[in-house]
C-alpha cells in the first residue's frame, strides 16, 4: 500500500462547478500538507500548504486538512479552463531543509468551458 | 519564490551514453533535491543534493547510475549514466530557501527519452 493515495481521475467538471480533490495517507508523522499544480510539460507549482489539521483559504482555493481520519481535501470554486492540470497533494513531516516530501500519484481535472 | 531553470529542458539519448543535466537557482538556496517522474506516475525523491559534500540517495537509487554535484548554493548537477529506456523520464530538480517557513519549488523539469 502507497504511503499516500490519490484517485487519479480524470475528473472532468463544467466551467464554474466545484472541484473537488482528496488524498488519504497512512503516515502519523506527517505535519504539512501541499498541493501542487501541474500543467502539462511544466514542473508542479505550488499552491497552498496547511499544518496539522484545519483549514486555509486562497481566493478560489481552500484546502482542509483532517488528521484523525488522514485525509486532506482541495476544493477550487468557480473552476475556469486554465484550472485544467493534474493537482499532486504532497506531505511531509515539516518544512524547509531535510524534510522529504513524498507526493500522491496525481489526479488530472479538465473544466470544459 | 526561487526562480528555477534546467538544462536541457529535452534530450533525445542512446542507450549506453550518460546525460548530465543542470539546475540553476537566482537566489542561494539550503537545499536542493532531484525527482524523477516517469510517464503517467507522481514524483519520486533520487536524492538530497548536499553542497560540499556527498548526496543524500533514497533507497533504489545509487551514485553511480545517478552522480549529483553541488558546488555552491546555487547550483546542482545531475547525471543518468548508462542510460536504458526504463530511464526515460521528466527529471526534476526542487529547492528549499533560505527561510525556515519555505517548503519545495520545482523547476521546469528535463524530459528525456532513451532510444
Known amino acids: 500500500q502507497k504511503e499516500v493515495e490519490q484517485d487519479p481521475g480524470p475528473l472532468s467538471v463544467p466551467e464554474g462547478a466545484i472541484v473537488s480533490l482528496n488524498c488519504t495517507y497512512s503516515?502519523?508523522?506527517?505535519?504539512?500538507f501541499m498541493w501542487y499544480r501541474q500543467y502539462s510539460r511544466k514542473g508542479p507549482e505550488l499552491l497552498m500548504y496547511?499544518?496539522?489539521?484545519g483549514n486555509k483559504e486562497d481566493g478560489r482555493f481552500t484546502a482542509q486538512v483532517d488528521k484523525s481520519s488522514k485525509y486532506i481535501s482541495l476544493f477550487i470554486r468557480d473552476s475556469q479552463p486554465s484550472d485544467s492540470a493534474t493537482y499532486l497533494c504532497?506531505?511531509?513531516?515539516?518544512?524547509?531543509?531535510?524534510?522529504?516530501?513524498?507526493f500522491g500519484g496525481g489526479t488530472r481535472v479538465l473544466v470544459k468551458p | 519564490s526561487a526562480v528555477i531553470s534546467q538544462k536541457p529542458s529535452r534530450d533525445i539519448c542512446q542507450r549506453g551514453t550518460s546525460l548530465t543535466i543542470q539546475c540553476q537557482v537566482d537566489?542561494?538556496?539550503?537545499?536542493m533535491f532531484w525527482y524523477r517522474q516517469q510517464p503517467g506516475q507522481s514524483l519520486t525523491l533520487i536524492a538530497t543534493?548536499?553542497?560540499?559534500?556527498?548526496?543524500?540517495?533514497e533507497s533504489g537509487f545509487v551514485i553511480d547510475k545517478f552522480p549529483i554535484s553541488r558546488p555552491n548554493l546555487t547550483f546542482s548537477t545531475l547525471t543518468v549514466s548508462n542510460m536504458s529506456p526504463e530511464d526515460s523520464s521528466i527529471y526534476l530538480c526542487?529547492?528549499?530557501?533560505?527561510?525556515?517557513?519555505?517548503?519545495?519549488?520545482f523547476g521546469p523539469g528535463t524530459r528525456l527519452l532513451v532510444l
Open positions: 537566489s542561494q538556496v539550503t537545499m
Open positions: 503516515n502519523s508523522a506527517f505535519q504539512y
Open positions: 526542487s529547492v528549499v530557501g533560505t527561510s525556515r517557513q519555505e517548503t519545495q519549488y
Open positions: 504532497a506531505m511531509s513531516a515539516g518544512l524547509g531543509a531535510g524534510n522529504k516530501l513524498t
Open positions: 543534493a548536499n553542497q560540499g559534500s556527498e548526496a543524500t540517495y
Open positions: 496547511t499544518y496539522s489539521s
